[in-house]
């Protein structure tokens, strides 16, 4: 609505001419407070984080809260960076989402073609089984998952990370929705021209169906950066711990005497995928809203 | 499959296999076919390890006394975990707990998501940045989520105790307080979680076709009919999905109570999954934890048909 529409209607509100137009006046208003509120009371932990990271310690511990800083200090990020491993744990975890991220769309993009454009034995039950999956919650998988890792050596690896993620159902059955809708023409005049079947998937199939890859691709890497049970089980060592398990025990060993500590470090660990989420917010609402319409 | 059988008592195995055997390459291309189950093959050894096989491993373990260091050693013990578990009062409290979360979440998680979506979908100002705030805490880990909150409902000058003040007399002191410290942990999941809720709800919304208002509009229709009659049965699937996830989401909570009060004060935060990580690994009770996992199973699959069934008959 046009903010002229707007002004007409509190103009029509404020004359009172008929019931109607007041009505829709204060409901607008109401609407408004509503949302505005909620919004508001959504941002104030976000103030809450940068603000307190930037405090000196007398405010920290004062009786009153400071929600804005009445001095602004740089030593929490100075301690962060120097007397922790925050830049080895943001490496893990980079590496553990990306290579997590690479692999799905590499072997969900495979099977989805597979599963919509080559006719094989057995290819329905197979899919009716992974799509069966869905039903089974990660937790259940959790104490046999990790007894296997264990046996194949994978303790406090990236690999072993990685492995539950790439098991998961629900790229297969985002790419396979998109898949079907590939046009039959384009594939057969493709093989007319001789094209064979993997130079169909790597220079038409994979092009082609770029958003959707772009979606899948951003739904793993942020699921798979902000895992935290299956981290905080497999990664022993201090090295090898990703950013949410590293700020946990950040938070354990430093007690809660460093507040502006653990704020910064959180602030910190939240900032790359904030920015991800500014530049592409557009693709991850189309992703999430795609499981809706998946589910 | 069912062809096969049949003809196995008619023709005898051996001509029915054959014949068997000469459909299939008669209606497959053995090419094609191979390239599809070489295509199929990366996933499926992932599919199959680390999803199929653990799931039966598990309850394989469940029904032994496991040896997590030697599991040759382990001793077979068949359903005596189970039994150990239905008699285990720590067990009926955690499962308390996590009941007690699921009550304090879904709805909220569900009604404020809801009112969000219709809300924002409405012709406002500013919806771009509105949508942008409430999905915002989608990308935040547990972690963040849970120490932000930590440090709002801290005891001395922490943010919301101090504000309370001014309205009440003795505000609660809310993550050492064993009534408060579920609510408290409830309260950061919606503003967490309520952001996946909304934007399927959202696009719910805006997927309903303008046409049908417009009619209703005609008929003279009030606002409160146009919700209950064409906003919330068009929406149905769309809520039915996220009442589901959101249920089996809560149910399986794990980071809040770990990181908030590390499942205290008095255990009244301790839940299943928490129970589950403490057996498992800190009393290395593999069996135990496998059969606290596969009774998680249970619920979460009957919660979930329960569901399915009274909000789809409920139109």
């Known amino acids: 609505m046009s903010t002229k529409s707007f002004l007409n209607d509190i103009r029509n509100g404020e004359t009172f001419e008929n019931q109607d137009a007041r009505n829709l006046f204060f409901r607008k208003i109401a609407l408004y407070a509503g949302l505005y509120g909620a919004a508001l009371l959504f941002i104030i932990p976000y103030l809450w984080m940068i603000s307190r990271g930037f405090q000196p310690r007398w405010q920290l511990f004062a009786a009153e809260p400071y929600l804005i800083p009445r001095e602004i200090t740089f030593q929490w990020y100075s301690f962060l960076f120097e007397g922790t491993p925050i830049i080895r744990w943001t490496i893990n975890t980079i590496i553990i989402a990306g290579g997590a991220t690479l692999a799905v769309l590499l072997v969900d993009s495979m099977i989805a073609y597979s599963l919509t454009r080559l006719n094989w034995p057995g290819k329905r039950v197979v899919f009716s089984v992974i799509v069966a999956s869905f039903m089974v919650p990660g937790i259940v998988n959790l104490i046999p998952v990790y007894q296997i890792i264990v046996e194949l050596g994978l303790l406090n690896s990236y690999l072993g990370v990685m492995l539950p993620v790439i098991a998961g159902p629900i790229g297969v059955f985002m790419l396979v929705q998109f898949f079907k809708d590939f046009p039959d023409e384009i594939e057969e005049s493709a093989r007319i021209d001789g094209f064979s079947t993997f130079q169909i998937y790597t220079r038409l199939i994979l092009p082609m169906m770029k958003s959707a890859l772009t979606a899948l691709g951003l739904f793993i890497f942020i699921w798979t950066w902000n895992a935290f049970l299956w981290p905080l089980i497999l990664l022993q060592e201090e090295s090898m711990y990703t950013l949410p398990i590293g700020l946990v025990v950040l938070q354990d060993t430093m007690t809660a005497q460093q507040p502006g500590l653990i704020m910064a470090s959180a602030l910190f660990a939240s900032l790359p995928l904030f920015i991800v989420f500014l530049l592409l917010q557009k693709q991850l609402v189309e992703a999430v809203q795609m499981q809706g319409t998946v589910g | ?315």
């Not at chain 2, 008669?26 to 199929?52: K, N, Q, T």
């Not at chain 2, 919606?190 to 076709?209: D, G, T």
């Open chain 2, 1 to 315: 499959m069912l062809d096969l059988i049949a003809a196995m008592r008619t023709e005898g195995p051996r001509q029915a296999l054959n014949l068997w055997w000469q459909e299939m390459v008669d209606e497959y291309d053995r090419r094609e076919s191979a390239e599809g189950i070489l295509f199929a093959l990366p996933y499926l050894i992932a599919f199959v390890g680390f999803m199929l096989f653990p799931l039966l491993y598990g309850f394989y373990m469940s029904l032994y006394d496991w040896d997590a260091l030697n599991p040759e050693q382990s001793e077979f013990i068949g359903l005596g975990n189970y039994q150990t578990l239905v008699n285990d009062p720590r067990f009926w409290e955690a499962l308390w707990n996590t009941v007690w979360f699921v009550i304090l979440t879904v709805p909220p998680l569900v009604i404020l998501a809801l009112l969000l979506a219709l809300g924002v979908n409405r012709n406002v100002k500013g919806q771009t940045l509105l949508r942008t705030i409430f999905f915002s805490p989608y990308i935040l880990t547990v972690a963040v989520v849970s120490l932000i909150w930590v440090e709002l409902f801290a005891g001395e000058g922490g943010f919301i105790r101090y504000w309370l003040g001014f309205v009440m007399e003795d505000p609660p002191r809310f993550l050492i307080d064993p009534t408060w410290a579920m609510v408290s942990i409830a309260v950061a999941t919606v503003w967490w979680s309520i952001a996946f809720n909304f934007i399927i709800l959202l696009a719910a919304r805006q997927n309903v076709p303008d046409r049908l208002y417009e009619a209703a509009k005609l008929d003279g229709a009030s606002s409160y009919r146009m919700m209950r009659d064409i906003t919330i049965p068009q929406m149905r699937n769309p809520l039915i999905f996220v009442v589901i996830i959101t249920f089996v989401g809560s149910f399986q909570v794990f980071g809040q109570p770990y990181i908030m009060t590390d499942g205290g004060p008095r255990f009244s935060t301790h839940t299943i999954v928490m129970y589950l990580y403490t057996t498992g690994f800190a009393g290395r009770d593999f069996g135990y934890a496998a059969a606290i996992g596969y009774v998680l199973f249970l619920i979460l699959i009957t919660v979930s048909v329960v569901n399915y069934y009274v909000l789809s008959e409920n139109e």
